[in-house]
């Protein structure tokens, strides 16, 4: 038996107690998220449904619908988001062309993940960060023809530790029909010749335990790159490689939402709301159970030895009493459950738990709707919150999910490794929406400046601004791509000769 390497056990095990500490926190949240979910972790490839246990389903329709904002923010389908910045000086006389060529580079990458499944799943790894914060996913070159796939890796298939300069230490262990596993490591060099393994991949309907783990080798300050060992059941199938520069070579992707110092777990909005969906939970029971207790009569009567209500009362039924019996001698007594209270209280703890998932806004409250300029001015507030703690998505798995469409592409042959321009070399960076979104506020500044100037000085603005430069400067900075701009020695049609 070829055991995994110390390295490989040593960063394995300490990803292991980092999960066996967030495991319950993660499985709670599923049980307000995404019911069923929660028993993941122990009902391994169950294929029993079982009913949701919770009394409100808010908290699954706030994750879903902050799901959706990520996605739209990051990764919108119907927009241009895999812009690069070229992080090198050009040459001025080479800019256009340098454009040009990284523009045709940006809208092959944006064809080739449209070719993906990516669409298809992205809100799968948006719930995740939603929920429990820590999206991950594994990317890999599809068999023969097929385009690139991109899986969603849930919790509890995922460790991950901290690793050195924020770079985690990451481990995917997933189990799987044994027959597939010589499918499953195409392009892996691995050993299966252990007699265990084989007698399993011959045997239909036995599953094995894989478990990929990957770390980066810092043995080259100057150049980190990422290892990569693999086991079966334990067994070492493939020993502890170096696979590449830290530039799209591992296919699993790991994303945090608030990651907090010195732990590896994100901290989605539905752990933070933890105590707040507890809360509300407990209320909606506790209202329920009060009407469910007001619907019921609870009588008080004299015991003849005849009568006998003691089973409540049947519609319909004629029940016997004694002769002196009168309607006055039965009692109903008045529980005195005020429900008002519980509605009263449950609105402030929804309006909490919208604000958790940064669903607050914008919203109308009262009878006066709120105007355009205000529903914008809210909206921008509910991004601002949403930007900062959801920037690491995009430097740990946004921006390597680019690269690693890139590196994939490069693989196959589909691109360049460089691109070089006359000697050359354009050194590319993935543009994060926290620039575009910075990008957007300064065309507001600018646009607000402009309205006072016109009309404060009126036809004096030109005496002291470009208008035309000052124009062109906000449509390249809004990202506008439709708005053609005349070059200044192109003529204008019709102008007089």
């Known amino acids: ?29 599923f049980h307000f998220c995404a019911p069923q979910r929660e028993n993941d972790f122990s009902r391994r490839n169950s294929k029993t449904i079982t009913e949701a246990e919770t009394f409100h389903s808010l908290p699954e329709e706030l994750a879903t619908d902050l799901a959706g904002d990520f996605v739209n923010f990051f990764t919108p389908s119907e927009a ?34 449209s070719a993906s499944n990516y669409y298809d799943i992205a809100p799968q790894w948006g719930f995740e960060a939603a929920s429990h914060g820590t999206p991950a996913l594994w990317v890999q070159q599809g068999h023969m023809q097929q385009a690139v796939y991109v899986e969603p890796v849930p919790p509890h298939e995922l460790l991950i530790t901290p690793g050195y300069m924020g770079l985690l230490d990451r481990f995917r262990e997933q189990w799987v029909a044994a027959d597939t596993l010589k499918a499953l490591f195409a392009g892996w060099e691995v050993d299966l010749s252990d007699p265990r393994l084989t007698a399993k991949m011959g045997k239909p309907g036995t599953v094995a335990k894989v478990c ?39 296919p ?32 909606d029971e506790v209202v329920l159970t009060n009407l469910d207790d007001s619907l019921q009569n609870t009588l008080i009567y004299p015991d003849d030895g ?52 940064y669903q607050d806004g914008p919203r109308q409250k009262g009878d006066t ?11 921008r507030d509910v991004q601002k919150r949403l930007g900062k703690p959801s920037a690491p998505l995009w430097t740990e798995m946004i921006a390597p999910l680019v690269q690693r469409f890139e590196y994939l592409a490069v693989e196959a042959g589909e691109l360049e490794d460089t691109l070089t321009l006359n000697d050359h070399i354009l050194t590319l960076q993935p543009i994060s929406p926290m620039q575009k979104a910075q990008n957007q506020d300064q065309v507001m500044v600018a646009r607000s400046n402009l309205d006072m100037a016109f009309s404060v000085f009126q036809d004096q603005v030109g005496s002291f601004i470009d208008p035309v430069n000052t124009f062109k400067n906000i449509v390249r900075a809004s990202g506008d791509e439709l708005t053609v701009l005349r070059k200044e020695q192109q003529p204008v049609d019709g102008a007089q000769q």
């Open 1 to 29: 038996m070829k055991k995994p390497s110390k390295d490989f056990s040593t960063r394995y095990a300490a990803a292991k107690r980092w999960r066996d500490a967030a495991r319950p926190y993660i499985e709670e949240i």
């Open 80 to 113: 241009m988001w895999t812009n690069f910045l070229v992080t090198a000086p050009v040459p001025e006389d080479m800019v256009d062309s340098a454009k040009d060529m990284v523009e045709g580079r940006e809208q092959f990458l944006a064809e080739k993940i």
């Open 212 to 250: 990929w783990g990957f770390w980066v080798d810092w043995s080259d300050p100057a150049r980190p790159m990422w290892k990569a060992e693999i086991t079966v059941d334990e067994i070492g199938v493939m020993e502890a490689e170096i696979i590449g520069d830290l530039n799209g070579t591992c």
């Open 252 to 283: 699993l992707l790991v994303g945090r939402f608030n990651p907090q110092v010195g732990r590896p777990w994100g901290r989605g909005a539905g752990w933070k709301a933890l105590p707040d969906m507890r809360t509300l939970d407990k209320i």
């Open 306 to 357: 005849f009568l006998d209500m003691s089973e409540g009362l049947v519609p319909g039924t004629a029940y016997p009493a004694s002769r002196g019996f009168t309607r006055d001698q039965i009692y109903e007594l008045q529980k005195g459950a005020n429900l008002d209270m519980g509605f009263y209280t449950e609105e402030g703890f929804t309006e909490r738990l919208r604000r958790a998932f």
């Open 369 to 379: 709707p709120p105007s355009a300029t205000q529903w914008a001015d809210q909206r």
